[in-house]
């Protein structure tokens, strides 16, 4: 064979195996993944979903593949963003982020599965009929926020018992606002305290709520759970910590990235049960016949080290109750 023949043969060679193996990835099944926050924000529980998969037979780039749209806490970009997902013929939609998510996605398909993970009550916000008979074409797993925001509460007034206001921060375009707030202002009624309900739903609105705080004396801080305060998680820990302010969230990422405390779900745990729902969907399983799981283990993360740099006291009985302190 000539050289440059055999050069020929080589490199024809050599272009058809990258050929090959993107027909092959062509007829891997894709999910679509649809999330109401943000990759850097979400990296950890984008780990436990791809580990559910795993467990349920299926590995990124092997067998599957997963294409994924954020929405950075903007909720009206999430019908556009399922609707992307729609036209390229996705096996299956993961709507992660809060009802709202899974509803968007709802929205513009009646056949594809979707398998979300999400606060709130999946049955009154309309994304299934029942937790054991999901029905349609939804079902996925439910996860505590909300109807924790009481016991938040309780928890911050514990660490700060002469203060007398709360201030809310609230995304009012979450759809688990309102009856939120309601189960909050019984609860505040219940502890003797005053509660004052603060709405950001932009960047802005976060740096006014915060103006007003810091002019609010003797009075603390409660974020409520939402995809939009997640996306900002490092803007509300920098500011609470500004302005002295002692602040309890939702999830574990905020006292590990320096915010005081926080008390909710381990949502690692629901988007893995998410994860091994999708598998199972993947490889035939219909979602009308897989019921609402429904994540109860529940969090309270404390920083010692923050609580000592605004100078609180966190007592005993409260740190022991604590999963996990850092110190």
């Known amino acids: 064979m000539r050289r440059r023949e055999f050069l020929w043969v080589v490199g024809g060679a050599a272009a058809a195996w990258p050929l090959a193996a993107r027909a092959q990835q062509a007829t891997l099944p894709v999910i679509g993944y649809l999330s109401g926050r943000t990759l850097n924000d979400s990296k950890p529980l984008v780990a436990a979903f791809r580990r559910g998969l795993q467990e349920a037979g299926f590995v990124d780039g092997q067998n599957v593949l997963i294409d994924y749209r954020w929405a950075g806490g903007q909720y009206a970009q999430l019908p556009t963003l399922a609707s992307d ?56 797993v439910s996860v505590l926020s909300g109807a924790l925001e009481a016991k938040r509460l309780e928890i911050l007034g514990e660490v700060i018992p002469a203060v007398s206001t709360i201030v809310v921060l609230v995304n009012p375009t979450n759809p688990n606002a309102a009856p939120s707030i309601e189960d909050l202002n019984k609860a505040a009624s219940t502890l003797a305290r005053k509660i004052l309900i603060l709405n950001a739903r932009t960047q802005d609105e976060i740096a006014t709520a915060f103006a007003t705080l810091a002019n609010s004396r003797n009075s603390a801080l409660l974020v409520f759970a939402d995809p939009f305060f997640d996306t900002n998680r490092d803007r509300l820990v920098e500011l609470s910590m500004r302005h002295a302010v002692p602040t309890i969230y939702a999830w574990r990422e905020f006292p590990e990235n320096g915010g005081l405390m926080s008390y909710g779900s381990d949502l690692a745990s629901g988007y893995r049960q998410s994860g091994v729902y999708a598998g199972r969907i993947l490889k035939g399983e219909k979602p009308a016949d897989l019921a609402v799981q429904q994540s109860t283990r529940i969090e309270l993360v404390i920083n010692l080290k923050t609580a000592k740099t605004l100078g609180l006291t966190v007592p005993l009985s409260l740190l022991g109750r604590a999963d996990e302190v850092i110190e």
Not at 86 to 96: D, G, K, P, Q, T
Not at 104 to 131: E, N, R
């Open 85 to 140: 997902l729609v036209s390229r013929r996705v096996a299956l939609i993961a709507a992660n982020g809060g009802s709202v998510v899974g509803l968007a996605a709802k929205s513009v398909t009646s056949t594809i599965p979707i398998v979300f993970t999400g606060g709130g009550d999946p049955v009154s916000s309309g994304l299934v009929a029942s937790l054991s008979k999901p029905g349609g074409n939804i079902t996925g």
